[in-house]
Protein backbone atom coordinates (compact mmCIF):
# COMPACT_ATOMS: atom_id res chain seq x y z
CA UNK A 1 0.00 0.00 0.00
CA UNK A 2 1.06 3.74 -0.55
CA UNK A 3 0.02 7.21 0.63
CA UNK A 4 1.35 10.92 0.44
CA UNK A 5 0.63 13.35 3.39
CA UNK A 6 1.24 17.33 2.26
CA UNK A 7 1.14 18.57 5.25
CA UNK A 8 0.32 22.28 4.39
CA UNK A 9 -2.58 22.79 2.58
CA UNK A 10 -1.96 26.24 2.14
CA UNK A 11 1.23 28.30 2.32
CA UNK A 12 2.10 31.92 1.44
CA UNK A 13 5.68 33.77 0.77
CA UNK A 14 6.60 37.00 -0.45
CA UNK A 15 8.04 37.29 -3.61
CA UNK A 16 11.57 36.72 -3.81
CA UNK A 17 11.55 34.53 -0.37
CA UNK A 18 12.49 30.87 -0.11
CA UNK A 19 9.51 28.62 -0.92
CA UNK A 20 9.36 24.85 0.57
CA UNK A 21 6.18 22.64 -0.08
CA UNK A 22 6.18 19.01 2.68
CA UNK A 23 5.06 16.11 1.40
CA UNK A 24 5.78 12.67 3.04
CA UNK A 25 5.13 9.33 1.59
CA UNK A 26 4.79 5.85 2.76
CA UNK A 27 5.28 2.78 0.32
CA UNK A 28 5.95 -0.83 0.52
CA UNK A 29 7.91 -0.65 -2.42
CA UNK A 30 10.97 1.45 -3.38
CA UNK A 31 8.46 4.59 -4.62
CA UNK A 32 8.75 6.65 -7.79
CA UNK A 33 7.64 10.29 -6.45
CA UNK A 34 6.42 13.17 -8.56
CA UNK A 35 5.54 16.97 -7.90
CA UNK A 36 2.62 18.46 -10.05
CA UNK A 37 1.42 22.04 -10.27
CA UNK A 38 -1.63 23.20 -11.15
CA UNK A 39 -2.31 27.10 -12.68
CA UNK A 40 -6.07 28.24 -12.66
CA UNK A 41 -7.83 27.02 -15.69
CA UNK A 42 -5.16 25.24 -17.21
CA UNK A 43 -4.08 21.36 -16.75
CA UNK A 44 -1.20 19.47 -14.37
CA UNK A 45 2.02 20.06 -15.62
CA UNK A 46 5.03 17.77 -14.20
CA UNK A 47 7.45 19.94 -12.37
CA UNK A 48 10.13 16.75 -11.55
CA UNK A 49 10.48 13.32 -10.79
CA UNK A 50 12.83 10.88 -8.66
CA UNK A 51 13.19 7.21 -9.71
CA UNK A 52 15.59 6.07 -8.05
CA UNK A 53 18.77 8.16 -9.65
CA UNK A 54 19.84 11.17 -8.14
CA UNK A 55 18.32 11.74 -5.10
CA UNK A 56 18.67 15.94 -5.34
CA UNK A 57 15.89 16.29 -8.19
CA UNK A 58 16.21 19.51 -10.45
CA UNK A 59 12.76 20.15 -12.44
CA UNK A 60 10.86 23.39 -14.16
CA UNK A 61 11.11 26.86 -13.36
CA UNK A 62 13.74 26.84 -10.21
CA UNK A 63 12.19 24.10 -8.46
CA UNK A 64 13.73 20.80 -6.96
CA UNK A 65 13.44 18.62 -4.22
CA UNK A 66 14.93 15.83 -2.42
CA UNK A 67 14.63 12.43 -2.00
CA UNK A 68 14.93 11.46 1.78
CA UNK A 69 14.05 7.59 2.82
CA UNK A 70 15.22 7.53 6.23
CA UNK A 71 12.91 10.54 6.85
CA UNK A 72 10.11 9.67 3.72
CA UNK A 73 10.28 12.78 2.79
CA UNK A 74 10.38 14.68 -0.65
CA UNK A 75 9.81 17.80 -0.32
CA UNK A 76 9.99 20.56 -2.81
CA UNK A 77 11.76 23.54 -2.90
CA UNK A 78 12.88 26.74 -4.70
CA UNK A 79 15.37 29.60 -3.56
CA UNK A 80 12.99 32.53 -5.15
CA UNK A 81 9.26 32.99 -5.12
CA UNK A 82 8.19 34.69 -7.95
CA UNK A 83 4.60 35.77 -8.46
CA UNK A 84 3.88 33.09 -11.63
CA UNK A 85 4.41 30.24 -9.03
CA UNK A 86 1.48 30.96 -7.44
CA UNK A 87 -0.90 27.85 -8.27
CA UNK A 88 -1.75 24.49 -6.68
CA UNK A 89 0.96 21.88 -6.32
CA UNK A 90 0.29 18.00 -6.05
CA UNK A 91 2.95 15.66 -4.50
CA UNK A 92 2.46 12.36 -6.22
CA UNK A 93 3.42 8.32 -5.59
CA UNK A 94 4.08 5.31 -7.58
CA UNK A 95 5.17 2.30 -6.10
CA UNK A 96 8.07 1.09 -8.54
CA UNK A 97 7.38 -2.43 -8.51
CA UNK A 98 3.70 -2.46 -10.42
CA UNK A 99 1.55 -4.79 -8.54
CA UNK A 100 -1.45 -3.70 -9.89
CA UNK A 101 -4.74 -0.54 -8.85
CA UNK A 102 -5.21 2.49 -10.47
CA UNK A 103 -2.98 4.47 -12.72
CA UNK A 104 -0.34 2.60 -12.65
CA UNK A 105 -0.04 2.64 -8.85
CA UNK A 106 0.15 6.90 -8.68
CA UNK A 107 -1.43 8.26 -5.19
CA UNK A 108 -1.95 11.82 -5.70
CA UNK A 109 -1.67 14.21 -2.49
CA UNK A 110 -4.69 16.76 -1.48
CA UNK A 111 -2.40 19.45 -2.61
CA UNK A 112 -0.50 22.67 -1.38
CA UNK A 113 -1.85 25.95 -2.53
CA UNK A 114 0.90 27.93 -3.19
CA UNK A 115 0.11 31.79 -2.29
CA UNK A 116 2.90 34.57 -3.45
CA UNK A 117 2.88 38.05 -1.24
CA UNK A 118 3.67 40.72 -3.17
CA UNK B 1 2.24 20.42 -30.61
CA UNK B 2 -1.11 19.63 -29.40
CA UNK B 3 -1.10 18.63 -25.77
CA UNK B 4 -5.09 16.56 -24.26
CA UNK B 5 -7.76 18.47 -25.20
CA UNK B 6 -11.13 17.62 -23.07
CA UNK B 7 -14.64 19.04 -23.87
CA UNK B 8 -16.83 20.68 -22.63
CA UNK B 9 -14.72 22.58 -20.50
CA UNK B 10 -17.71 23.28 -18.30
CA UNK B 11 -20.88 21.24 -17.96
CA UNK B 12 -23.91 22.15 -15.84
CA UNK B 13 -26.38 19.51 -15.90
CA UNK B 14 -29.64 18.43 -14.21
CA UNK B 15 -30.05 15.79 -11.69
CA UNK B 16 -30.95 12.83 -13.21
CA UNK B 17 -29.23 13.49 -16.51
CA UNK B 18 -27.17 11.84 -18.69
CA UNK B 19 -23.83 13.26 -19.71
CA UNK B 20 -20.41 12.69 -22.05
CA UNK B 21 -17.33 13.76 -21.75
CA UNK B 22 -14.38 13.40 -24.39
CA UNK B 23 -10.93 13.08 -23.71
CA UNK B 24 -8.21 13.86 -26.95
CA UNK B 25 -5.20 12.26 -25.88
CA UNK B 26 -1.78 13.28 -27.68
CA UNK B 27 -1.25 11.27 -30.80
CA UNK B 28 0.37 8.42 -30.30
CA UNK B 29 0.19 7.89 -27.07
CA UNK B 30 -1.13 4.87 -25.94
CA UNK B 31 -1.98 4.41 -22.33
CA UNK B 32 -5.10 7.11 -21.12
CA UNK B 33 -6.11 7.52 -17.60
CA UNK B 34 -9.15 9.25 -16.73
CA UNK B 35 -9.37 11.13 -12.96
CA UNK B 36 -12.01 12.78 -10.93
CA UNK B 37 -10.85 15.95 -8.89
CA UNK B 38 -13.37 16.93 -6.27
CA UNK B 39 -13.29 20.50 -4.34
CA UNK B 40 -10.22 21.11 -2.17
CA UNK B 41 -9.37 16.87 -2.98
CA UNK B 42 -6.13 15.48 -4.46
CA UNK B 43 -6.69 13.52 -7.92
CA UNK B 44 -9.16 10.53 -7.67
CA UNK B 45 -8.32 8.18 -10.11
CA UNK B 46 -11.29 6.50 -12.09
CA UNK B 47 -10.34 4.43 -15.30
CA UNK B 48 -7.04 3.64 -17.42
CA UNK B 49 -6.69 2.37 -20.86
CA UNK B 50 -4.09 0.78 -23.14
CA UNK B 51 -5.15 0.94 -26.27
CA UNK B 52 -8.97 0.59 -26.11
CA UNK B 53 -8.92 -2.09 -23.87
CA UNK B 54 -9.58 -1.03 -20.13
CA UNK B 55 -7.39 -3.33 -17.82
CA UNK B 56 -8.25 -1.20 -14.97
CA UNK B 57 -11.43 -0.14 -14.29
CA UNK B 58 -11.32 0.21 -10.45
CA UNK B 59 -12.12 3.35 -9.58
CA UNK B 60 -14.94 3.78 -11.24
CA UNK B 61 -17.42 4.68 -8.42
CA UNK B 62 -20.64 3.27 -8.79
CA UNK B 63 -22.16 1.41 -12.86
CA UNK B 64 -23.36 4.60 -13.41
CA UNK B 65 -19.72 5.83 -14.65
CA UNK B 66 -18.49 4.13 -17.96
CA UNK B 67 -15.61 4.57 -20.28
CA UNK B 68 -14.82 3.81 -23.91
CA UNK B 69 -12.07 4.61 -26.21
CA UNK B 70 -11.97 4.33 -30.17
CA UNK B 71 -8.61 2.74 -31.05
CA UNK B 72 -5.79 4.58 -29.56
CA UNK B 73 -7.35 7.96 -29.77
CA UNK B 74 -10.56 9.28 -28.31
CA UNK B 75 -11.98 8.20 -24.89
CA UNK B 76 -15.64 9.23 -23.89
CA UNK B 77 -16.57 9.21 -20.06
CA UNK B 78 -20.30 8.56 -19.63
CA UNK B 79 -21.90 8.99 -16.10
CA UNK B 80 -25.37 8.33 -16.41
CA UNK B 81 -28.67 9.77 -14.06
CA UNK B 82 -26.12 12.10 -12.50
CA UNK B 83 -25.77 12.91 -8.92
CA UNK B 84 -24.90 16.20 -7.19
CA UNK B 85 -22.09 14.52 -5.60
CA UNK B 86 -20.77 13.97 -9.28
CA UNK B 87 -19.98 17.64 -9.19
CA UNK B 88 -16.21 17.54 -9.72
CA UNK B 89 -13.18 18.40 -12.41
CA UNK B 90 -13.12 15.20 -14.48
CA UNK B 91 -9.38 15.07 -15.78
CA UNK B 92 -7.92 13.22 -18.69
CA UNK B 93 -4.17 12.39 -19.36
CA UNK B 94 -2.24 10.60 -21.84
CA UNK B 95 1.19 9.06 -21.85
CA UNK B 96 3.55 6.93 -24.35
CA UNK B 97 3.24 3.66 -22.08
CA UNK B 98 2.44 2.25 -18.83
CA UNK B 99 4.42 2.63 -15.72
CA UNK B 100 5.46 5.40 -13.54
CA UNK B 101 8.62 6.04 -15.51
CA UNK B 102 6.01 7.22 -18.19
CA UNK B 103 4.99 11.00 -17.76
CA UNK B 104 1.25 11.39 -17.77
CA UNK B 105 0.02 14.33 -19.41
CA UNK B 106 -3.08 16.50 -18.44
CA UNK B 107 -6.02 17.49 -20.34
CA UNK B 108 -7.12 21.20 -18.78
CA UNK B 109 -10.74 19.30 -17.21
CA UNK B 110 -14.39 19.33 -18.05
CA UNK B 111 -16.05 21.25 -14.79
CA UNK B 112 -18.82 19.22 -14.25
CA UNK B 113 -21.60 20.94 -12.02
CA UNK B 114 -24.95 18.96 -11.67
CA UNK B 115 -27.59 20.90 -9.88
Known amino acids: AQSVTQLDSHVSVSEGTPVLLRCNYSSSYSPSLFWYVQHPNKGLQLLLK??????LVKGINGFEAEFKKSETSFHLTKPSAHMSDAAEYFC????????????????FGKGTHLIIQP | GAGVSQSPSNKVTEKGKDVELRCDPI?????LYWYRQRLGQGLEFLIYFQGNSAPDKSGLPSDRFSAERTGESVSTLTIQRTQQEDSAVYLCASSLGRGPGNEQFFGPGTRLTVL
Open chain 2, 27 to 31: SGHTA
Open chain 1, 50 to 55: YTSAAT
Open chain 1, 92 to 107: VVSDALYSGGGADGLT
